[in-house]
T-cell receptor
Framework: RKEVEQDPGPFNVPEGATVAFNCTYS??????FFWYRQDCRKEPKLLMS???SGNEDGRFTAQLNRASQYISLLIRDSKLSDSATYLC???????????FGSGTQLTVLP | DTEVTQTPKHLVMGMTNKKSLKCEQH?????MYWYKQKAKKPPELMFV???????INESVPSRFSPECPNSSLLNLHLHALQPEDSALYLC??????????????FGPGTRLLVL
């Protein structure tokens, strides 16, 4: 089983749609969870950290279910600029050892 | 300002060459990282430096040699690479807050081609 698994997509959605990404992780001792986005041929950029209580940042909502070892990202009112690959990231071992999921590709269509 | 800079942006080298990748940050972060990313794959951790000392080496071949001259700089020395080492090499840094969350900020990467 991979340490971090994501649905690779691609997800093609119209502008204004709501889209949800899921991620599962295998290490029950993991404590740090993030969503990064990566545009084509660019570096990963932090989208948001994920907290146990769930957290929201504008149109983005992240949820964590420790019991199921499951993380989600919800994007509301999708914009063209949201088109990117979304990477689910979880720590293993130390807080600094991050494992990236293989990413979910999102394309928002006009 | 969350900025990590890397030079060069692109590098082409032969298998017998020696080259170095450079990374710099001025955010006062005391942890710095090297990642390797192949096309259509996620980044993979190579090395972690904490307070200028190597703390994690993810079993990286010795043809990759990291160096941290000071708290702002991180180098990756390359020697006798193979064509399969062609990839995007990403540098990152994070504050050492001591908590469980240390957000890592990435530089734009060096795109390496080994011929």
């Amino acid at each position: 089983r991979k340490e971090v698994e994501q649905d690779p997509g691609p997800f093609n959605v119209p502008e204004g749609a709501t889209v949800a990404f899921n991620c599962t992780y295998s290490n029950s001792a993991s404590q740090s969870f993030f969503w990064y986005r990566q545009d084509c041929r660019k570096e990963p950029k932090l989208l948001m950290s994920v907290y146990s209580s769930g957290n929201e940042d504008g149109r983005f909502t992240a949820q964590l279910n420790r019991a199921s070892q499951y993380i989600s990202l919800l994007i509301r009112d999708s914009k063209l600029s949201d088109s990117a690959t979304y990477l689910c990231v979880v720590n293993r071992g130390s807080a600094r050892q991050l494992t990236f999921g293989s990413g979910t590709q999102l394309t928002v269509l006009p | 300002d969350t900025e990590v800079t890397q030079t060069p942006k692109h590098l082409v080298m032969g298998m017998t060459n020696k080259k170095s990748l450079k990374c710099e940050q001025h955010m006062g972060h005391r942890a710095m990282y090297w990642y390797k990313q192949k096309a259509k794959k996620p980044p993979e951790l190579m090395f972690v430096y904490s307070y200028e000392k190597l703390s994690i080496n993810e079993s990286v071949p010795s043809r990759f040699s990291p160096e941290c001259p000071n708290s702002s700089l991180l180098n990756l020395h390359l020697h006798a690479l193979q064509p399969e080492d062609s990839a995007l090499y990403l540098c990152a840094s994070s504050p050492t807050s001591g908590g469980t969350k240390e957000t890592q900020y990435f530089g734009p990467g060096t795109r390496l081609l080994v011929l």
